[in-house]
């Protein structure tokens, strides 16, 4: 088994009654029960050293409490991992992604980005919070007006809806919400 500088195993603990042997290529090379960690380590201050990693009393079967809402209360370490990546996986911001839009479509409070063709309507979120961004691109060749709408606030000043008839020109619209209107922003017309 592949050794550390302390000329011991690398340890990962996943689980409450297992440890797995890790060597430094990241292979599992066994597995032990837990009460079985003084032979593999070598010695009960190496246990000792392992518990303190943990950071919980010695003879606790789980990691206690958290203070925040992510991690799973009384679970082990393999449930904390878990909770960790999953809170991880689903903060991702998808600010970046485009939504490709081929029917009648409304715009989530959080604003976003969409493409929009032919005759289909974009309609901008009731009640978005000041600051909220939306960027429209235009994607059509033909002569057929693509239409954004305001759900009752205003696009420009203006209390009608907008058309988009330009192929490839793309908007950025930030909501004020003092003056419950729309700004448009030009960021590109070919």
């Known amino acids: 088994m592949a050794n550390n500088l302390n000329s011991r195993p690398v340890m990962t603990l996943l ?43 010695s003879g606790q079967d789980n990691l206690g409490t958290f203070s925040g809402s992510t991690l799973t209360d009384n679970s082990d370490l ?8 999953d809170a991880i996986e689903a903060s991702t911001p998808t600010g970046d992604v485009w939504s490709i839009i081929s029917t009648d479509t ?22 978005p919070a000041n600051g909220t961004q939306i960027k429209v691109a235009r994607n059509d060749s033909t002569n057929t007006p693509s239409v954004i709408a305001g759900s009752g ?17 793309a908007t950025l619209f930030i909501y004020d919400a003092a003056g419950n209107n729309w700004i448009g922003f030009n960021l590109f017309t070919p």
Do not use: W
């Not at 989530?108 to 979120?125: A, H, K, R």
């Open 15 to 57: 689980g409450t009654h297992y440890l797995y042997a890790i060597n430094n290529a990241g292979t599992v090379e066994g597995r032990v029960l837990a009460s079985d960690v003084v032979n593999l380590i070598g010695s009960p201050s190496g246990l000792n050293d392992l518990i303190t990693l943990v950071g919980v009393p």
């Open 78 to 85: 393999k449930t904390v991992l878990q909770d960790i990546e």
């Open 106 to 127: 409304t715009a989530g409070s959080e604003g976003g980005m969409y493409v929009i063709s032919g005759t289909n309507t974009l309609t901008f979120p009731s009640a």
């Open 153 to 169: 606030d205003t696009i420009e000043g203006v209390a009608t809806a907008e058309t988009l008839d330009v192929d490839k020109a």
